[in-house]
């Protein structure tokens, strides 16, 4: 099994920065992918950004040049670094892996989600 802890969610107001990380534990034998999705109040949820153990990154559109990802593979910690942010950024953040537990394919795996509210 594989654990997800989130932090660095809050409240904001518009124009300001925070910095979400999130850090994998338990039987881990390899994380392919970690990324961030969201779900604003109301929404359905949706991918904010990803990032593969070779660095290669996808960010959604509506956030691209605000948001950067970022993982350090020794820590199984992948960070969300969100500057410029607006209102419509607020949501419900979830961390998510795709990793192997050993001698197991690779699962999905959610965080327990953190907030981010951004003040107008």
């Known amino acids: 099994q594989v654990q997800l802890v989130e932090s660095g969610g809050g409240l904001v107001q518009a124009g300001g920065s925070l910095r979400l990380s999130c850090t994998a534990s338990?039987?881990?034998?390899?994380?392919?992918?970690m990324g961030w999705y969201r779900q604003p109040p109301g929404k359905q949820r949706e991918l904010v950004a990803t990032?593969?153990?070779?660095?290669?990154?996808n960010v959604a559109d509506s956030v691209k040049g605000r948001f950067t990802i970022s993982r350090d593979n020794a820590k199984n910690t992948v960070y969300l670094q969100m500057n410029s942010l607006k209102p419509e950024d607020t949501a419900v953040y979830y961390c998510?892996?795709?990793?192997?537990?050993?001698?197991?394919?690779?699962?999905?795996?959610w965080g327990q989600g953190t907030q981010v509210t951004v003040s107008s």
């Open positions: 990032v593969t153990g070779g660095d290669r990154s």
């Open positions: 998510n892996v795709l990793a192997r537990t050993y001698g197991a394919s690779p699962q999905p795996y």
């Open positions: 338990g039987s881990i034998f390899r994380i392919d992918v």
